[in-house]
């Protein structure tokens, strides 16, 4: 578990998010920090606004009231925003691969937005990061040649190479059997553990939030209903917190044992 | 209510041509966004235009045969069958190069170009770019937008020279009208502000057609649908669109330029 940190400033401050789909309040009246260097993992069960939380954060979403806060500033503020932009990467739920580019091409890309240094500089840090994710001889391929762990490793590439101090992950492990799953969550640990990203971490999956968090957030129809350390989620007796968290791990477990009877390579 | 309504969609299509004058200023000014423009404008002018040469080539043919024949056939009825070459060459540069051009490409290029916006919005790599800091509009749309400038120009002057070789096959080897006539007949007719005309036509034509294409393409997702449907949706709005774009354009330059 990521140890939290607590000499810094929060990063980000959430004040009082509302967003609503039609007459369907999906986030209402949202209240959190994130603190610098910490991984925090938004927990809930599907359709309770996760996704659209981050998406609210970063401003792919207009919000309908309340406000973010990056390092103290409004990020209504539009150089704010772009400097949240500059310094922080996004992993899609469904990786949102730039489909005509190559592996190489799609990794190279944020450096190139962001204009620092020269090609061959860039082209080296590429390389570095696909060697990383063991993404090194498929450098020339497009993504619908790749296989579904070898995308998500692509997508955390891509999200990485530019070193970002601040991390979104939707979702990074979805939609992956155990065996992949297990490697693409490893390699990001690791990642943050080496390079000390603050992680904002969209899941499903208590047992990934529990490994990695230094805290947990658990959203519940549109409100944060649980707000601290991992150790005190995990041993909360709340009645709806253990309904959900028990539910959750015995989905898991017999996903878990229909995938292992026939897992694919990675 | 009936005012209502009106007065609604109304505001809906200001809205909507509101987005739309904002989106191609955007693609234009942010051009360069993302880096690589050369590629980008290389990339842009090989599938707007190259790919493009074929279809342009095969109409132009078809369209200079048949005027070929139908100017011979009416001309004759007047004794005028010398003025052969100055009606194909004129119909052509004036009006049916620039008209019939831009909407083969809109056909082609066009709704290639709103299809692969809409998918890209639609797997999320349009809010990818935009979380670059890329403008995605000048990223995605601005060196298209840029290269039509030069595209169909170049099209339709190969669609009115194409064009012409066709009303002589027709008019002077199928029919029996006099080659040299023909020629010089084409030679004195099209003077440089024909030339002029047609070319203004044609690089207004390419904005609005890259303008349109890739605007339905890029908010495919407000289109009321989603997913592939949102896609289909966008593409068919996009050469629809552009269609009446081209027709009304063209009357509003001829209007003005006459």
């Known amino acids: 578990m990521t140890p939290l940190p607590s000499d810094k400033p929060p990063i980000l401050e959430v004040r009082h998010l509302r967003k609503s789909f039609a007459e369907r309040a999906v986030l209402a009246d949202v209240d959190f920090d994130v603190p610098t260097g910490a991984v925090v993992s938004i927990l809930g069960r599907s359709g309770t606004g996760k996704s659209v939380l981050l998406k609210c954060i970063i401003g792919l979403l207009e919000t309908d009231g309340g406000h973010v806060l990056y390092k103290g500033e409004s990020l209504k503020l539009p150089e704010v925003r772009s400097q949240l932009r500059q310094s922080s990467s996004y992993v899609f739920q469904q990786n949102a691969l730039f489909d005509s580019a190559t592996v190489f091409e799609n990794v190279l890309l944020p450096l190139r937005a962001r204009g620092k240094g020269t090609r061959k500089e860039w082209e080296v840090k590429v390389r570095k990061v696909l060697a990383r994710m063991e993404l090194e001889e498929s450098s020339g391929l497009y993504p619908a040649e790749l296989s579904g762990g070898m995308q998500k490793r692509l997508a955390v590439a891509r999200a990485l190479v530019t070193e970002p101090e601040l991390v979104f992950f939707d979702e990074p492990t979805a939609g992956l059997d155990p065996l992949r799953r297990n490697a693409v969550f490893s390699m990001v640990c690791e990642l943050q553990r080496e390079r000390g990203f603050t992680a904002i971490l969209v899941t499903h999956d208590v047992q990934e939030a529990l490994v990695v968090s230094s805290r947990i957030l658990w959203l519940d129809a549109g409100r944060v209903r649980f707000n601290g350390e991992a150790a005190s989620f995990e041993a909360s007796q709340e009645p709806e917190l253990r309904e959900f968290r028990d539910n959750i791990e015995a989905l898991r477990a017999t996903l878990e044992k229909s995938r292992s009877r026939h897992s694919p390579t990675l | ?258």
């Open chain 2, 1 to 258: 209510m009936f005012a209502e309504r009106v007065g609604h969609l109304a505001l809906q299509q200001l809205d909507a041509a509101g987005r739309w004058a904002l989106f191609g200023t955007r693609a234009i000014r942010h051009v360069g966004a993302g880096g690589a423009l050369g590629a980008r404008l290389a990339r842009a002018i090989f599938e707007l235009g190259v790919r493009c040469v074929p279809v342009i080539v095969i109409v132009s043919a078809f369209a200079g045969l048949v005027l070929g024949l139908q100017g011979h056939y009416v001309l004759s009825r007047f004794g005028a069958s010398g003025m052969l070459g100055t009606l194909v060459s004129l119909s052509l540069c004036r009006e049916l190069g620039p008209v019939l051009a831009a909407l083969m490409i809109a056909g082609q290029a066009g709704t290639a170009l709103a299809a692969e916006l809409g998918i890209q919005r639609s797997t999320e790599q349009i809010d990818a770019i935009e979380l670059l800091d890329i403008c995605p509009e000048g990223f995605l749309a601005g060196a298209r937008m840029l290269s039509s400038l030069f595209v169909f120009p170049a099209l339709t002057s190969l669609f009115v020279i194409v064009g012409i070789a066709g009303g002589w096959l027709s008019g002077c080897v199928l029919m029996p009208q006099d080659p040299d006539a023909y020629w010089a007949a084409v030679h004195f007719a099209i003077k440089s502000r024909d030339v002029f005309e047609c070319l203004l036509k044609a690089g207004v034509f390419g904005l609005l057609t890259t303008a349109l294409c890739a605007y339905q393409g890029f908010y495919a997702h407000r289109s009321g649908e989603v997913g592939a449907r949102a896609v289909g949706v966008a593409t068919v709005r996009g050469i629809v669109l552009s269609s009446i774009a081209i027709l009304v354009a063209d009357y509003l330059i001829t209007a003005l330029l006459l």
